[in-house]
Nanobody
Framework: QVQLVDSGGGLVQAGGSLRLSCVISGGSVSRYRMGWFRQAPGKEREFVAAIRRDGETTSGGDFVKGRFTITRDNAKNTVWLQMHSLKPEDTAVYYC?????????????????WGQGTQVTVSS
């Protein structure tokens, strides 16, 4: 059974950086489309970024541009979300997700497997 374990969250000051990791077990990350989502209290789950099997990526809204980067290492069965210039509004639980589908998708319903989430808190 495919399982995702995401980690790397924590408390960081505004302007700081974090790198979130997602390790997949029970399957090879090379066979999955991987995504990152986030959910702040009282808000819907929000798409952050995704990476296809062939490495093609897509990102969420303007909040991502120039600050967040998704990468993968098939040999390590790991996907990362590198985040720079963090802002208090980036505070949320961040989730990695996986799907065997080929095309990139920004919809949470398009992903079959989810990590447990890792808390990111950005202080002002």
């Amino acid at each position: 059974q495919v399982q995702l374990v995401d980690s790397g969250g924590g408390l960081v000051q505004a302007g700081g950086s974090l790198r979130l990791s997602c390790v997949i077990s029970g399957g090879s990350v090379s066979r999955y489309r991987m995504g990152w989502f986030r959910q702040a209290p009282g808000k819907e789950r929000e798409f952050v970024a995704a990476i296809r099997r062939d490495g093609e990526t897509t990102s969420g809204g303007d909040f991502v541009k120039g600050r967040f980067t998704i990468t993968r290492d098939n040999a390590k069965n790991t996907v990362w979300l590198q985040m720079h210039s963090l802002k208090p509004e980036d505070t949320a639980v961040y989730y990695c997700a996986a799907s065997a589908a080929l095309l990139l998708s920004r919809s949470p319903s398009a992903y079959d497997y989810w990590g447990q989430g890792t808390q990111v808190t950005v202080s002002s």
